[in-house]
C-alpha cells in the first residue's frame, strides 16, 4: 500500500469514528462499553472495508471504484472547494437504521455499519475525508521527523490544522456556484471553525508543554 492509500484509509477510519462519535442518536442507543468496541471494531476494519461502509452502503467495491475514490479524495484535498457541504447532512442520518447496533456484547456487523449511512454512502464523507487526508499529508511528516519532541509535534498538528482552516475560508468563493450560497457559505464556515477549533487546541497544548533549558 502506498504512503498515500495508507493516509486516505486512516482518514477514512478518523472520519467514520468521528460520525459515531458526533451522533446523539448512537448515544441514546449505546453505551459507553459499546460505543468502545464500535471503535475497536472500525480500528481493526481493512481499507476495503471501510470504504464500502462510506460510500457503497457496505457493499464490495472494486479496484477500479477504490482507485476513483483515491483520486476523488485527493482531488478534494488539492482544491477544497463547497464539496465540503453535506458534512452535517451525511452525521444527521447517524443511527437512524439497524438497532440493536450491538448484540450480547459483541461488536456490529459490518453490514449493520454500513447502513448507518444514508443510500449508497454516508453524504458529504468525501469532503471531511478530503479535508483530514489534506491535515495528515501536512502534519504527518513534520511529526515524524520530531519524534520525542511533543512540543514540535503540537506544533505540526497546529500548522496543519490552520492550514486546512485557511484553505477552506479561501474555498467559499467557490460557493457563488452553488444551488444555496448562503447555505453554502454557513456550511463552510461551520467546517473552518471545527478545523479552527483542532489548531487553537494543539497550540494550546503546545504552550503547555515543559519547555527545556538551554545550557
Avoid at 443511527?95 to 449493520?112: E, H, V, W
Wanted: charged share 25%; net charge positive; aromatic share 6%.
Amino acid at each position: 500500500m502506498s504512503n498515500d492509500s495508507k493516509l486516505i484509509e486512516l482518514s477514512c477510519k478518523e472520519f467514520l469514528m468521528g460520525v459515531v462519535k458526533e451522533s446523539t442518536v448512537l448515544d441514546e442507543k449505546l453505551s459507553f462499553f459499546q460505543k468502545t468496541l464500535l471503535f475497536d471494531k472500525i480500528k481493526e476494519m481493512d481499507y476495503n472495508t471501510v470504504i464500502s461502509l462510506l460510500f457503497n452502503d457496505g457493499k464490495e467495491i472494486t479496484s477500479e471504484q477504490k482507485r476513483e475514490f483515491e483520486s476523488k479524495t485527493k482531488k478534494v484535498a488539492k482544491y477544497g472547494a463547497a464539496a465540503l457541504v453535506g458534512r452535517q447532512a451525511g452525521l444527521a442520518k447517524i443511527g437512524k437504521a439497524s438497532f440493536p447496533l450491538i448484540t450480547k456484547g459483541k461488536p456490529m456487523s459490518q453490514r449493520n455499519i454500513g447502513k448507518l449511512g444514508t443510500k449508497g454512502g454516508i453524504r458529504g464523507a468525501l469532503a471531511g475525508i478530503g479535508a483530514m487526508y489534506l491535515y495528515r499529508k501536512l502534519s504527518d511528516p513534520c511529526v515524524r521527523h520530531n519524534l520525542g519532541n511533543k512540543e514540535a509535534q503540537l506544533a505540526c498538528k497546529s500548522a496543519a490544522a490552520n492550514k486546512v482552516a485557511t484553505q477552506i475560508k479561501n474555498n467559499m468563493a467557490q460557493c457563488s456556484n452553488a444551488a444555496n450560497p448562503e447555505k453554502c457559505k454557513q456550511k463552510l464556515s461551520k467546517e473552518a471553525i471545527r478545523w479552527q477549533t483542532k489548531f487553537q487546541q494543539n497550540l494550546v497544548a503546545s504552550n503547555k508543554q515543559p519547555r527545556k533549558q538551554s545550557k
